[in-house]
Nanobody, 123 residues
Framework: QVQLVESGGGLVQAGASLTLTCAAS????????VGWFRQAPGKEREFVAA????????FHADSVKGRFTVSRDNAKNTVSLQMNSLKPEDTAVYYC????????????????WGQGTQVTVSS
């Protein structure tokens, strides 16, 4: 099994930056891709970013491209989401997820999920 724990969320003003971190434990050798998703109240969970086992292969949703950057440190078993120029519409619970392959990254088809961390951006 794999356990994922997100950290780094909080309340910030528009234009500020936050870095979310996803720490993995357990059978981390089985993890290939890691994704970040978010869910705002009353809305479906949506894809934000993903990174494959090759750290140079990253994907970002159009809504965050140029503002958010996903990266990973395999030695520390962590994946980070650097979020710059935050907007009120970025307010949501952010989840990290992991899977045992490098395919189908933009949907919620991940085997492991964290509990989420709240990000609130005030205007």
């Amino acid at each position: 099994q794999v356990q994922l724990v997100e950290s780094g969320g909080g309340l910030v003003q528009a234009g500020a930056s936050l870095t979310l971190t996803c720490a993995a434990s357990g059978r981390t050798g089985s993890i290939y891709a890691v994704g970040w998703f978010r869910q705002a109240p009353g809305k479906e969970r949506e894809f934000v970013a993903a990174i494959t086992s090759n750290p140079s292969h990253t994907f970002h949703a159009d809504s965050v491209k140029g503002r958010f950057t996903v990266s990973r440190d395999n030695a520390k078993n962590t994946v980070s989401l650097q979020m710059n120029s935050l907007k009120p519409e970025d307010t949501a619970v952010y989840y990290c997820a992991a899977k045992r392959s490098n395919s189908v990254l933009l949907t919620t088809q991940y085997e492991y999920w964290g509990q989420g961390t709240q990000v609130t951006v005030s205007s």
